[in-house]
Every structure is written in structure tokens, then in C-alpha cells.
């Protein structure tokens, strides 16, 4: 018999619920699309781009003067290099750069390359050009117009040794190792006559020297840089000034994880989109069930078996599924160049993303089966009931349940008591409206504590990645005695703490592993060790517990470190945690590195103030220690403009949420009151006989709805507040990161909680103003 006529049916009879079906699923189509794709370009992303761009897989930069032919001889003869070049470049020990259209701007090494000299390793590539030649024009990296904000012709101001150049915006060009300030190196372009003039203001010292290898194989970067480390031990800048070196891993390293992320919590969000398309297609079905239940009989008494009227029941979902699913990922590829720009700020070059066929097809084919399964599990009783039962109207379904508030004896108002009883003779659609509420609540509380933490205070950001936030930065001048220029600074006015604090490249049991090296750890703001402690003395380490699980050590354990063309056994101490190198970290005291690199004493120091005097402090260290000092930077000022682009990106996956939350509030609120509202209307026709008015009855409505949207918003408060801590550790494991305290805002919550309950109480007055358009004429005409 066909069964396709009657299951068309139910789009005829219930428009709102296919309609709200149809939006839910279409919208998680749309985000999981998105997500997935994301997902799996940013994969081989940067191997793409370094390929695209023609760029180096390692770079070394140093002043001219330190620069050897032994250096190049050792890059061009490595096994698996396939290309090198060296070509002369400025080197701005420190220029202070606005990295944002209308800042002040911070220092940053920067590297200043001539745009009209020929080169194949890394061509200059633009973007975007000016139509018009600027006399004064400069080509800058894509990140700054993404995330900065320039555009062509713009104002663009270099700052060195306190002299101001200003230059006109005439291009933008991409660059995965030295595009973004990620890696303490920005390069910019200028024309040949802005170059030699720029070169010839700089002097001498800040004459260097670039060399670029491309590799056969891109994995052996890491490698190679290790390797040219244990070559020339000198390599670093306490030696050779100016000296800077960097691979693709490390710029692929962060970079990468932040997109990651995003697209991973759009994933999720997803999934919970889809879980609420379940709990309602459950709900629909069952109740579809219930109030159809002689029209089943009549069904199998015709002749229909139980596997034909099931599916009469579950065809409309499946065709609804497939077609929401085919939209939402027709929508998300129409959305693709939007989203696409976040992830090309995030990444700082271009992103191209399209959808991939096989992600379409599987989540268009994942919605239709969980749709599928769900719809016929709840369509299952169907095959266990009798025909004569169906007739009957289901007797032996039928619950004569005890009546809890019998009107005559049960103190309170009329109207709260009849809303009770309501409330209480509909559990499974309480159950699911609490369930959604619960669940939209949740995901809006994640999103609000995520972007509270990485945009509003940042605290628990940093103590989260073990990054410090000192005031001042301090880059020591080579040749200089560090430790004695720190117990200078520490006897200064208004020096609270200062310490040395630098990263080197280190192997560790095979791992190439970025080691922090600190002078004193109890002064540090920002502990990462979770278990355990710092070292404190010279045979002492801590690892981060990626690492340790890699190679399968703990606290106590003995661990092999080699750096340049030194090595030496620590003894673990402690578990601490990092964004930086894949989460492969570790961390050793000053005294600990003269084992690896004698006589090494850091180039860096942080600075911490008593109080609000950054800029007066950095004017008398200039004037006391200026020719020991490289470089001065607010760091404040830096983290805040790096960070920026992450919070922006945050901000905008927490309004996506918070939207579709919203959205996904009024719809649900809508489907419940309205089957309500239609399973009741003979009862309300009846109470409106007994003399009720239209707006006693929406009040009663609304009320019996009222406590359990509370219950679920409070519920779902509870449960974001409780564990979006342990869910982030859950989607950071990965990146190294296994404690998460970020801070949970109680009033934020609250007000959010107030927000969403008071709303869904206007949505439901709202909506169950249809019962003013029953009376009892009209069900007298019917």
C-alpha cells in the first residue's frame, strides 16, 4: 500500500514543527560544515602555504659582520636542503611598530628587505598594490591589514633609535615565518631607493645578512636548526649580535591552534544543535503517537503493516533531515569567504577555504541516519499495538495517575494551582522543554566565561600558558653582562621584581623542545606547574606533561637534555603545562643551562613596578643603561595588541552562540505552547464557558511553563559554571594544556541566566496569546 501520501500528511498538519526542525538542523549543518572544513584545511595549511609562497623551511639572520661562509657552506651541504640563498637585509634591532591602525605601537625585531632585488627563495608576492607609486612606499605583511586594520595608503610609521620614518601603505605581501610579531620578527619591503636610504640612516650596525634553505622534506626543519645549532655552539646573542633563527614548525605552532579551536567549538555546538533536533523529533513522534492513536487502528485494520505505518511516521523526519542538512551545508559554503576572513586573521595569511565533498556528504548522510534512528526507536510501540487497543484510543497506555493538587483542599490561587496541575500532567514535555533549556544555557555560559577570560581579564589566560606579564621588557645588548645590568635594575625606584627569562632550542630524548630558562622561579605571577614544582637547583627540570607522557617519565624520573654541543641528566621535578612547540616544553634554572651552554647568562629580562610608572621608569633605565640595552618594550602594550585578534575572533563565536541560543529559545518555546495549546483548546473552550478570561488563561499557560524554563536555565548556569573548565581541558589536551582555571564570572552568569529566563517568560506570554482566538462558538462550528 502506499504510504507516502499519508506520511506528506504530517507537513500539512504541523508547518511550525517541520519549520522549526528544519532551522535547527539547517543551522548545524551550517556549523559543522564550517567546523569540519576548517578543521581538516588547516592540516596541511602552512606545508600548502610554504609551498605557494616559494618560503624558506628554516631562516638565519645575524649582523653582516658576524656572518661566515661556514655558516651558508654548513645549510647548502645539509642532507634533504634543496635550495639556499643569502641576500644582505636591514636589521632593526628593536623598532616600534603600530601593529593596529591607531596605536602607539611596540618594539619588535624587524627585518627590512629591498622589494626590487631578485631572489627565488620567498619572491615578492603582493596581495593587494597600490594603483599610484608612493614615493614613500612600504609593503607590509597581510596580518596587518586583517588584523590591523591598514589599507592601501595608509600612514605607516617606523620608529628606530627614537627617529620616526614614515612611510604610505603601497602593498600587502604574505610571509608564514615572519608575517606576524608571533615569532619576534616582522619583515617588511621597502623600494630600492627607500631601502638604501633606510640603510644608509641605520649605519653599520644594522647591516645583516638573511639566509633562507628550502628542504626536500619539510618535517626535518626542526631538525636542521638543531643540528646548526651543535655545529656553531656561538649561535645565539650573547655572541653574535643580531642573531635570529626560526623554522616552519614554530610558526605553524599557536598559530594554527587557535583556528583549531574556534572550529572545534563550533563542532560542538553543532552536535549540541543536532541533540536538540533529537530530543524534539523524540518528543514529536511520541506525541504524534498518542494523539493518533485510533487513526492507527483505523491504519491497521485497512491493512497497513506495523513497518509501513512506522515509517508513515518516521518519512517526514527523514526527508526533512536530508534537506535542512543539504541547505545548511549549501549556506555554510556561501558563508565560507566570511569565516574564511576570521581564520585569515587568526593565521595571519590568506585562507581560501571550500567545503570538501566528503565532509558534505557525511554530514548530510550523519543528520539523515541519527535522525533516521531516533525517529524510529520512538515509532517502535507502534509494532506492539493492537489494533482493537488503537481503536480504543490506546486504553492500555492510559495513566490514571493520582491528582497531587485536588482544587478543594490544596491552599493557594486558583490560577497558580490549575498551572500546577498543567505542569504536572505534561512530564515528557516538561522534561524536554528543561532538557533544551538546560542545554542552550550551557552552551551560552561556555561561550560568555570563554570570551570573558581571553578578552575582558586575561589573568587566567596567561597562568593558563605559563606567559608572564610583566611591565617592561628588556632585551640586553651583546657582549653585556646581563646578570649584572639585573642587579642593577633591581635596585631601582619603583622595581618590584625583575628576572631573566629567555627561550632556547633544546632535544630531549629525540623531541626538539623549547626550554624557558629563569633565574629565579618564586618570581614568577603566572605558575604553570599543576604538579609538583619548579627546579631550584642546577640538576633539576621541569617538563611539561605532554612531554613526560611522550616519553613516559613522571616526577623523579631522569631525563637527557641536549642543547647546542653540550648535554646533560636532570632530575624531573615537575608537571607544567604549554601552548608553545605542540606542548613538548621545559623549564630550567640559569645555574642548570651552564651545564648545557656555559657561561650563558640570558638576554632578556622581565621587569614588574611597584606601581603605574612604566613610562618614567623606562625613561631613567634609557638614560642610566642605555648603551647595555638593545630594546625596551611595554609589554602590557604588546600582549595587548597580540592577543586582540583572539578576543575579536571569540567575540565573534560567542555572539554566533549566544544567537542561535536565543533563536533556538523562541522556537522550542513556540512548538511547546502551541501542541499545548492545540491539545487543549476543548478544555479551554470549556474553562471560557466557566467564565475564565483569555488573559487568566495565558497566565495559567505561561505559569505551568515558567518553572521548568527556570529550572532548566538555573540547571544549565550550574553545570556551565561547574565543569567549562573541565570541558576545556578536554579540547586542549592536545595542545598541551591539562589544568584550565579560568575564571568563571558569577554576576556575568547570573545577569545571563536573568536574561534568558525573563525573555523566554515574554516569549511564552507572547505566544500563547492564541488561545484568545478559541471560544466557544468556534469549537461548537468545528
Keep these: 500500500m502506499n504510504v507516502l501520501n499519508p506520511a506528506s500528511y504530517h507537513y500539512k498538519k504541523s508547518k511550525s514543527t517541520a519549520a522549526f526542525l528544519f532551522i535547527l538542523i539547517m543551522i548545524a549543518g551550517l556549523l559543522m560544515n564550517l567546523g569540519m572544513s576548517s578543521l581538516t584545511d588547516m592540516d596541511g595549511f602552512y606545508a600548502d602555504k610554504v609551498q605557494e609562497l616559494h618560503d624558506p623551511h628554516v631562516s638565519i639572520t645575524m649582523n653582516s659582520a658576524s656572518c661566515k661562509a661556514a655558516y651558508r657552506d654548513f645549510l647548502s651541504s645539509y642532507p634533504g636542503v634543496r635550495e639556499v640563498e643569502t641576500e644582505r637585509v636591514i636589521l632593526l634591532s628593536s623598532a616600534t611598530i603600530p601593529f593596529y591602525k591607531h596605536d602607539l605601537g611596540y618594539g619588535i625585531r624587524t627585518m627590512v628587505l629591498d622589494a626590487d632585488a631578485a631572489r627565488n627563495i620567498a619572491p615578492v608576492k603582493l596581495i593587494e598594490a597600490a594603483s599610484i607609486e608612493y614615493e614613500d612606499g612600504i609593503y607590509v605583511p597581510y596580518s596587518l591589514k586583517v588584523r590591523g586594520g591598514y589599507e592601501l595608503g595608509d600612514r605607516f610609521p617606523v620608529t628606530y633609535r627614537n627617529k620616526q620614518y614614515s612611510y604610505r601603505v603601497a602593498g600587502f605581501f604574505e610571509s608564514t615565518l615572519m608575517g606576524t610579531p608571533k615569532l619576534d620578527m616582522l619583515k617588511l619591503y621597502l623600494p630600492q631607493a627607500g631601502y638604501l636610504q633606510l640603510s644608509k640612516d641605520a649605519g653599520p ?23 646548526y645549532y651543535r655545529a656553531f655552539p656561538q649561535s645565539n646573542e650573547t655572541v653574535i649580535p643580531g642573531f635570529w633563527a626560526a623554522d616552519t614548525h614554530m610558526a605553524e605552532d599557536g598559530g594554527a591552534f587557535i583556528v583549531y579551536f574556534v572550529s572545534l567549538i563550533l563542532v560542538v555546538f553543532a552536535a549540541v544543535i543536532v541533540l536538540v533536533s533529537l530530543l524534539v523529533i523524540k518528543y514529536r513522534v511520541t506525541d504524534r503517537i498518542e494523539a493518533g492513536m485510533v487513526n492507527i487502528g483505523v491504519l491497521k485494520a485497512m491493512g497497513y503493516t506495523r513497518l509501513q505505518i512506522v515509517f508513515m511516521y518516521v518519512m517526514p523526519f527523514i526527508w526533512l533531515a536530508f534537506a535542512a542538512s543539504v541547505a545548511g551545508v549549501a549556506l555554510s559554503c556561501a558563508v565560507m569567504p566570511l569565516y574564511g576572513n576570521m581564520v585569515s586573521a587568526l593565521a595571519g595569511l590568506v585562507w581560501n577555504g571550500s567545503a570538501y565533498a566528503g565532509f558534505t556528504l557525511a554530514c548530510v548522510g550523519t543528520a539523515t541516519f541519527l535522525v533516521f534512528a531516533v525517529a524510529f526507536f520512538s515509532a517502535a510501540p507502534i509494532c506492539r499495538l493492537h489494533p482493537v487497543d488503537a481503536l480504543r484510543g490506546g486504553i492500555k497506555s492510559h495513566n490514571f495517575k493520582r491528582n497531587y493538587l485536588p482544587l478543594s483542599r490544596t491552599r493557594g490561587g486558583v490560577h497558580w494551582l490549575l498551572a500546577c496541575k498543567t505542569a504536572l500532567a505534561a512530564g515528557r514535555q516538561n522534561l524536554l522543554l528543561g ?106 627540570i621541569a617538563v611539561t606533561g605532554k612531554l613526560a607522557g611522550l616519553l613516559g617519565k613522571t616526577i623523579g624520573d631522569s631525563i637527557k637534555v641536549e642543547a647546542v654541543n653540550g648535554s646533560y641528566v636532570y632530575l624531573i621535578t615537575g608537571l607544567n603545562q604549554s601552548f608553545s612547540a605542540e606542548g613538548k616544553g621545559a623549564s630550567l634554572t640559569l645555574a642548570g643551562l651552564n651545564h648545557l651552554i656555559p657561561g650563558h647568562n640570558g638576554m632578556s629580562i622581565n621587569v614588574y613596578l611597584q606601581g603605574d610608572s612604566k613610562t618614567a621608569f623606562m625613561q ?153 482566538w478559541i471560544t466557544p462558538y468556534v469549537l461548537i462550528s468545528e
Design 205 to 227: 650596525a644594522a647591516q645583516g645578512t638573511l639566509m633562507s634553505a628550502i628542504l626536500t622534506d619539510s618535517e626535518q626543519s626542526g631538525t636542521l636548526l638543531m643540528d
Design 435 to 540: 532538557c533544551i533549556m538546560a542545554a542552550v544555557t550551557f552552551a551560552s555560559v561556555f561561550s560568555v566565561v570563554l570570551y570573558y577570560n581571553t578578552a575582558i581579564d586575561k589573568t587566567a589566560l596567561f597562568r593558563m600558558i605559563g606567559s608572564e606579564t610583566p611591565d617592561v621588557g628588556i632585551q640586553v645588548e651583546s657582549g653585556t653582562d646581563s646578570l649584572q645590568l639585573l642587579a642593577a635594575i633591581r635596585q631601582m625606584t619603583g622595581v618590584d621584581k625583575a628576572i631573566v627569562m629567555e627561550s632556547i632550542p633544546t632535544v630531549i630524548q629525540g623531541q626538539n623542545v623549547s626550554a624557558e630558562i629563569i633565574d629565579q622561579f618564586e618570581y614568577l605571577d603566572n605558575k604553570s606547574v599543576y604538579e609538583g614544582r619548579y627546579p631550584l637547583y642546577d640538576n633539576e
Design 620 to 772: 631613567e633605565v634609557l638614560a642610566e643603561y642605555g648603551s647595555l640595552i638593545r630594546s625596551l618594550t611595554d609589554v602590557n602594550e604588546s600582549k595587548e595588541s597580540g592577543t586582540q585578534v583572539y578576543g575579536s575572533a571569540l567575540l565573534a563565536v560567542m555572539t554566533v552562540i549566544l544567537s542561535i541560543s536565543v533563536l533556538v529559545v523562541v522556537l522550542i518555546l513556540f512548538l511547546v505552547i502551541k501542541t499545548s495549546v492545540l491539545k487543549r483548546r476543548r478544555e479551554v473552550g470549556i474553562l471560557k464557558v466557566a467564565g475564565y478570561t483569555s488573559f487568566q488563561l495565558i497566565a495559567q499557560l505561561t505559569l505551568s511553563i515558567v518553572p521548568v524554563t527556570v529550572a532548566g536555565v538555573v540547571a544549565g548556569g550550574a553545570l556551565g559554571a561547574l565543569y567549562t573548565n573541565g570541558i576545556l581541558e578536554l579540547l586542549l589536551a592536545d595542545a598541551g594544556i591539562s589544568r584550565v582555571r579560568f575564571i568563571v564570572p558569577m554576576p556575568y552568569i547570573a545577569m545571563l541566566c536573568t536574561v534568558i529566563a525573563a525573555f523566554s517568560y515574554l516569549v511564552s506570554l507572547f505566544v500563547a496569546r492564541s488561545i484568545k
